[in-house]
């Protein structure tokens, strides 16, 4: 089954570098740096901050685990910071 991208690369790309972390349409391993983790953890803001920048920073790599496992599903071509 073919799933539409919900967000487009270019504007995973235009956020990347809006938040000065690494372009995550590149990432081949579900691997997230102290540095970009606590970058996205600022731009998140309250309840990021709530937890420890490891905490965090592991959280993010779950995340990434299943857009980098699962290509099919991975409707946010790993967006960094897409929430609703």
Request: with cysteine; hydrophobic share 40%.
């Amino acid at each position: 089954m073919e799933i539409p991208d919900t967000i487009s690369i270019q504007e995973v790309q235009r956020i990347c570098k809006e938040l000065g972390i690494r372009d995550w349409t590149k990432l081949e391993k579900p691997e997230v740096n102290l540095k970009d983790a606590e970058l996205i953890a600022k731009f998140v803001g309250s309840e990021a901050l709530q937890v420890s920048t490891e905490n965090f920073r592991r959280g993010l790599e779950i995340e990434l685990e299943h857009g980098l496992e699962f290509p099919d599903a991975n409707v946010t071509n790993n967006h960094p910071i897409f929430f609703k």
